[in-house]
């Protein structure tokens, strides 16, 4: 079953950190790049950070510095860990390979709310 499972949200106080955690199946993770994304109440899903299958990574520049991406490949599992969030990182953060595939459904992804 193709499938993507965020877990790892939460409240927090600006300043605070989470580490989120995806779990991807194989057919989604394997040799892919896998990215987060994240989408705050009333606005469009946006990228946050990616990571090749080789390690690269890349950074939104409104994370860079605090957010960090990193992949267990044996466990097909994708990391963000967050440092000093503030209130404007509030949104439902989702997981997924880049280019996404056809046909695969974005998971129910996990909220992060950061209050002032």
């Known amino acids: 079953q193709v499938q993507l499972v965020e877990s790892g949200g939460g409240l927090v106080q600006t300043g605070g950190s989470l580490r989120l955690s995806c779990a991807a199946s194989?057919?989604?993770?394997?040799?892919?790049?896998m990215g987060w994304f994240r989408q705050a109440p009333g606005k469009q899903r946006q990228w946050v950070a990616s990571i090749s299958s080789g390690g690269n990574t890349y950074y939104d520049d409104s994370v860079k510095g605090r957010f960090t991406i990193s992949r267990d490949n044996p466990k097909n599992t994708v990391y963000l860990q967050m440092n000093n969030l503030n209130p404007e990182d509030t949104a439902v953060y989702y997981c997924?390979?880049?280019?996404?595939?056809?046909?695969?459904?974005w998971g129910q992804g996990t909220q992060v709310t950061v209050s002032s």
């Open positions: 997924n390979s880049i280019p996404r595939k056809v046909g695969v459904p």
């Open positions: 194989a057919s989604i993770f394997s040799l892919n790049t």
